[in-house]
């Protein structure tokens, strides 16, 4: 069922709303389980609109498999969706350093009050980024180290290629996530693809991994799949960055999404007008290429690559 | 005074990027102060105050050797490029720099120009950051101490601006440059005025006159100032937001500065398809308006006006 969650007035003839579509079976009760599929809240990301398209199919052609509430929310920023705005348009600003928001602020933190305000109470949340448009992301959930016992063994049912324990820093409070499991709801940053694209094979994965993971809570009646993925960093691995050290118009040499070895060229950074080289960049380590940069204009710290370093070897034993 | 590029990031197509520093009196000396102009490209004052105090310093220290008294280093603004461009952030990626602190040197562009900015600005006594706000609206001029700067009000009087707003912190303060420039042991304060995008002379000259009286008081300068006003302490709760309940076009009928009684209107909402009034806004409270919506359009629930409450004020005295 589509309903509105949040309606504002617009100044010329129109209204913001968001919506959200709820699946849920006929009886519910006090201990019905209910997740929230959110995405849209960077309004130029948008792999999670495929994702919820997905989903949204199977759970219309399998009603009979609905235990729980699904309710699905694809366009948390429609404006920003509108004209391929990161932030909330008009204001500039970043949705998602604005939670849990406030209804005596600014309209964008208003707007992430009635998201908070309609996910809370739900017993899991999925908020589904795709990268920005700098940066092409291997399929991964990433979660703070604080709330890591908690919320990797949630993630794993995913059946992602990774979930990436990162250490928090404050800004990060201010996220949709930090917001709803400060408040009891599990929730699980999912980070995939490309800003402005949709990557089909992704969201389909993704979209497996989200069903397996309904199962798994009972949400849904269906078949568990076996694990096949994931591999969690921080534990036995670390998370190399290569910046850029020039500025200039990076080329890389590798493909996204493979094996590297320390010293392994990754790309260069060129100067246009020279034809010289600026820089040549060398992977730090032996690992998994996950995120490379996709624009190529490039700043002195503009961010190319990150390599999962593979796992160490446990020295203890 | 001396003029420094105190640091530059180059570009593949454009200048480099310099960030120039304007240093009075003797390096290392006491007492200190560093002021930072703007780094959101769009707050002209703030570039106006900056660059007069640099003419003001420069003239009387050529008059007068002995004239600054210890070390003032003036920041202009740290974003050059995006006032070129009349962007409010970092032109590729549209970051604020000022949620960057206190940086990172190995970290993406815009941690990159924090860390060096930081580097540059984090011994001083005082430290003074020029800012515009980041929603719309103009306002009178404020001096802001954030919650963990409480005990130096009585050294934000010196600036003898009429009010003192106390912020409460959130996640996102803690990576400002006020919020780091108090974590390493400086008086750190923020001086909000005006709108973004135009100069207004009126409230940037006030903004300019504080900085110069602060600089008297705390006998970094040698000089003769007006006294200023004692400076109103206003903790968030004595702020009351006035919110429009209809969305259109946006008539004022009070400005900033203003002293307005209960039940005073304070603007017209109309249609914005057939010019009907829609709403009156009318005043809750007796006080100042500190702080006003500045676009012509309007949304149902923004925030119309900020009105500082008179008995609050009196009360913080």
Redesign the interface.
């Known amino acids: 069922m589509i309903e509105e969650v949040f309606n504002?007035?617009?100044?010329?003839?129109e209204t913001?709303t968001l919506r959200r579509n709820r699946f849920s079976p006929e009886d519910i009760s006090t201990s019905t389980k209910r997740i929230s599929i959110v995405t849209g809240i960077h309004g130029d990301e948008i792999e999670g609109q495929y994702v919820c398209y997905l989903l949204a199919k199977w759970l219309n052609a399998n009603q009979h498999c609905i235990k729980g509430i699904v309710d699905i929310y694809p366009s948390m920023n429609p404006m920003g969706i509108d004209s391929i705005t990161?932030?909330f348009p008009?204001?500039?600003?970043d949705l998602n350093?604005n939670f849990p928001g406030n209804?005596?602020?600014?309209?964008p933190a208003?707007v992430a009050n009635a998201i908070v305000d309609t996910v809370r109470g739900s017993d899991f949340a999925i908020d589904i980024h795709a990268s920005?448009i700098?940066l092409r992301e291997l399929p991964q959930v990433r979660i703070s180290r604080s709330t890591a016992d908690e919320l990797i063994p949630l993630a794993e049912k995913l059946d992602i290629e990774f979930i990436w324990v990162h250490d928090a820093?404050?800004?990060?409070?201010?996220t949709f996530a930090h917001a709803m499991n400060s408040l009891g709801t599990k929730t699980l940053v999912v980070e995939m693809g490309v800003g402005m694209r949709i990557t089909k094979e992704y969201g389909q994965s993704l979209t497996r991994g989200i069903l397996n993971l309904l199962a798994h809570v009972g949400i849904i009646e269906r078949a568990v799949l076996p694990m096949t993925k994931t591999t969690v960093s921080n534990l036995h691995s670390e998370v190399f960055?290569v910046?850029a050290s020039?500025?200039?118009?990076f080329i890389p040499i590798l493909e996204h999404n493979v094996t590297v070895l320390k010293g392994e060229k990754l790309g260069e950074i060129i100067?246009p007008l020279s034809g010289r080289i600026e820089e040549t960049l060398i992977s730090p380590c032996n690992g998994l290429l996950f995120t490379i940069r996709e624009y190529p204009?490039?700043?002195?710290?503009?961010?190319l690559a990150r390599i999962l370093e593979d796992p160490k070897e446990d020295t203890a034993l | 005074m001396k003029e420094e590029v105190l640091f530059e990031?180059?570009?593949?197509s454009r200048n480099p990027l310099k960030v120039k520093g304007f240093r009075f009196g003797r390096e290392g000396t006491t007492p200190s102060c560093v002021i930072v102009g703007p780094m959101m490209g769009t707050a002209i004052d703030q570039l106006w105050i900056a660059s007069q105090l640099v003419r003001f310093l420069r003239q009387h220290e050529l008059a007068n050797a002995a004239f600054v008294k210890g070390e003032i280093l003036v920041i202009p603004t740290v974003n050059p490029y995006s006032f070129n461009m009349g962007k409010?952030?970092w032109p590729?990626?549209?970051t604020d720099i000022d949620?960057m602190f206190p940086g990172y040197d190995?970290?993406?562009?815009?941690?990159?120009i924090a860390s060096r900015l930081f580097e540059k600005t984090n011994n001083y006594d005082y430290a003074i950051l020029l800012e515009a706000r980041?929603?719309?609206v103009e306002c009178i001029p404020y001096v802001e101490v954030l919650e963990s700067g409480m005990s130096y009000i009585e050294d934000a009087r010196a600036f003898g601006l009429d009010f003192i707003h106390v912020k409460e912190e959130?996640?996102?303060d803690?990576?400002s440059l006020t919020y780091n420039w108090n974590v390493w042991n400086a008086k750190a304060f923020s001086l909000i005025s005006g709108k973004k995008g135009i100069l207004h002379k009126h409230e940037a000259n006030k903004v300019f006159d504080a900085i110069v009286r602060f600089l008297v008081k705390k006998e970094l300068i040698d000089f003769s100032t007006f006294e200023g006003s004692h400076g109103n302490l206003v903790m968030p709760n004595d702020v009351e937001?006035i919110?429009s309940s209809?969305?259109?076009?946006f008539d004022t009928l009070a400005n900033i500065g203003d002293s307005v009684v209960h039940g005073q209107p304070l603007a017209r909402i109309f249609n914005?398809?057939d010019g009907t009034l829609i709403q009156t806004i009318i005043s809750p409270c007796d006080g100042i308006i500190s702080c006003r919506y500045d676009y012509s359009?309007?949304?149902?629930?923004?925030?119309a006006y900020r009105i500082v409450k008179v008995e609050s004020a009196q009360n913080n005295l």
């Open positions: 504002v007035n617009l100044p010329v003839n913001l990161r932030g008009f204001y500039d600003v350093r209804t005596a602020d600014f309209l208003q920005n700098f820093v404050t800004v990060l409070e201010s960055f910046n020039k500025s200039g118009i100067d204009v490039v700043y002195e710290g503009s961010l | 990031i180059s570009s593949l409010n952030f590729l990626d549209n949620v190995k970290g993406e562009t815009t941690q990159r980041k929603d719309h959130t996640p996102n803690t990576v937001a919110k209809a969305a259109g076009l914005s398809l359009l309007i949304f149902q629930n923004a925030i």
